[in-house]
């Protein structure tokens, strides 16, 4: 068939970038200025593109470690000692457990404190209300649904890197997730001493083997049906804002991860004249200086400057004739 449509797709694989930014710049341009100027591109964008890190959620929020850290996994704690684990949920989830009762009391407990139970969605809420009106789409590295329990719409959304929800076979031996949430409650009420009870122990239904958390942390991740639905839908939207006014929001994203979000956010600014970034980060937010005037980049506390850039967006919107 006749392909009429000559604007390329671009695809999930394609928008990837490795590229690091070799004239990163702290914009020092006063805060209140900074705030002015994202405000201005966002006003001017159809399209906002939003990429979502680690850093987005601790903003709003949640809380990986520290006292919250001691307050709720205390259990663990004790029985492993605290160690070089069992400081937060990050390096507690790298424990070697003994068995698979043991790393699912563990792991059913994360699964909901930082997923289904977790619930700090005022200030994304914030955040959506001053973009109403917008076409927009959240690209985000976090597993903990924030935006969608926010009200985003489930397909305007692709979180690349798994989901607190969801396990999947250990070694991803097919291409399938099962949501565990009301596994982990049951997990939860009946774990005792760090424990679940064997009958408990979730099996992969095709090999018979482990499962585990579907979580980005080897190359067994399974990308499911969803997940590549998810991929289309947001290889769409990209395709499409590339050719219109586009404002690419960068929220808390750091050097974890930065071919997800960070280096292909840049490269996008610098290929299309129409796109602009917008970077807020408590303390990474610095910005090439080749993107000029385009981009924004604001170090400071997330609640904060999202906060007052969704007041100066209300306030321009009522100030428009
Ligand atoms: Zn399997």
Redesign the pocket.
């Known amino acids: 068939m006749f392909n009429r449509n000559t604007k390329k797709k671009i695809r999930f694989s394609d928008y990837l970038s490795e590229e690091v930014a070799r004239d990163y710049i702290n914009q020092d341009k006063p805060y209140a200025e900074q705030i002015d100027r994202a405000a201005k591109l966002i006003r001017e964008a159809d399209y906002v593109l939003i990429g979502a890190g680690a850093g987005m959620s601790t903003a709003a929020g949640a809380e990986y470690g520290g006292k919250f850290f001691e307050e709720n996994f205390a259990e663990f704690q004790k029985i492993y000692g605290k160690g070089p684990y069992m400081q937060d949920m990050y390096s507690a989830g790298f424990y070697p457990f003994p068995d698979q009762e043991s790393k699912w009391g563990y792991w059913s407990h994360q699964a909901l404190l930082a997923g289904a139970d977790l619930d700090v969605t005022p200030l994304h809420k914030t955040l959506l209300d001053a973009l109403e009106g917008k076409k927009l789409f959240l690209l985000s590295t976090n597993a903990d649904h924030q935006f969608e329990k926010a009200g985003l719409s489930a397909g305007q959304i692709f979180q690349t890197q798994g989901s607190y929800h969801l396990i999947q ?6 291409n399938k997730t099962y949501d565990a949430v009301e596994l982990f409650r049951r997990m939860e009420q009946a774990r005792q001493n760090g424990k679940i009870p064997s009958a408990f122990v979730p099996r ?1 239904p ?4 482990d499962m585990a958390m579907n979580l980005r942390v080897d190359n067994c991740f399974v990308e499911d049906e969803n997940w590549h639905a998810a991929e289309e839908r947001f290889s769409r939207f990209l395709s499409a804002c590339v050719n219109g006014k586009t404002v690419l929001l960068e929220l808390g994203v750091g050097f974890n991860t930065p071919t997800i979000i960070r280096f292909p956010f840049e490269k996008l600014t610098r290929q299309h004249e129409n796109v602009s970034l917008v970077r807020l980060s408590r303390s990474k937010a610095m910005v090439p200086a080749s993107l000029g005037d385009r981009a924004v980049g604001i170090n400071a506390d997330m609640a904060q400057s999202i906060t007052d850039l969704a007041s100066k967006l209300r306030e321009t919107e009522a100030d428009a004739p």
């Open positions: 076979c250990k070694r991803g031996c097919h992969c095709v090999c018979g083997g």
